[in-house]
């Protein structure tokens, strides 16, 4: 069984910064996924931001998160982070954690078969 769950979202001004976190536990499963994160705007498709290996820490990034976005691990933890710099109101989204196999996690792309997510963080960028 593996738990994934997310803190961190809010209300942040544009142009101002949010770090997500992420806990993924509960399986030795976790040593060969990635944990990603993706985010769902209203009416729209989720979309994948950024994902780092579990097994080498490479980091992989989604066309949202260039610019402004860096992801990274805590392995004594168990977690995971998003920092996101220079908000911008696009994006505004439910973000979610997820853990999932490695070749999803180098497209940052949904692993519709194996895959372990968490409830989502609401991220508002407003002023």
Known sequence: QVDVVESGGGLVQPGGSLRLSCVASGSSLLDFLGVAWFRQAPQKEREGVACINNSDDNEYYGDS???GFAISRDKAKNTVYLQM???KAE?????????????????????????????????????
């Open 65 to 67: 998160a260039k610019g």
């Open 85 to 87: 710099n220079n908000l």
């Open 91 to 127: 994006d505004t989204a439910v973000y979610y954690c997820a853990a999932i196999r490695e070749e999803f996690c180098k497209a940052v792309a949904v692993d519709e078969f194996l895959s372990y997510w968490g409830r989502g963080v609401q991220v508002t960028v407003a002023s």
